[in-house]
């Protein structure tokens, strides 16, 4: 079942921090490597010209470990994790999806990657 590709505005939990995506969602994931395993996020995949940063930059907070390929992004004011740039693919970001506004991701297919795994 693949949704019609939409438009979806989302935020941070302070609202420093905002953007928005475009995607169909084919698939969420969640991931096992040492971060995501504490963060406990469910992200979306999305290429870097379907994603608009509207507002924030400046507030952004950057992480990076192991490889230093991915850029893990954290808002300064309120800790949340809305997206970050991925290791394998860093034409992509993935994204939280708990922070996009009036979304539901009920349907949506969830796959397990393996983070924990990668050299
Ligand atoms: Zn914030």
């Not at 490597?33 to 999305?46: F, G, H, P, Q």
Request: net charge positive; glycine share 6%.
């Amino acid at each position: 079942m693949s949704r019609a590709a939409a438009r979806h505005l989302g935020s941070c939990h302070c609202g420093t921090v905002r953007f928005a995506i475009t995607s169909d969602f084919p698939e969420l994931t969640q991931c096992d490597c040492s971060l995501c395993k504490r963060r406990s996020a469910t992200m979306v995949e999305v290429h870097e010209s379907a994603f608009e940063l509207l507002a924030g930059a400046e507030s952004l907070s950057e992480y990076q470990f192991h490889t230093h390929t991915a850029r893990h992004y954290f808002c300064k004011v309120c800790g949340i994790y809305p997206f970050h740039r991925k290791r394998v693919t860093p034409d992509f970001f993935g994204i939280n999806i708990a922070c996009l506004e009036n979304f539901d991701p009920r349907g949506i297919p969830l796959r397990q990657a393996v983070g924990a795994a990668m050299p």
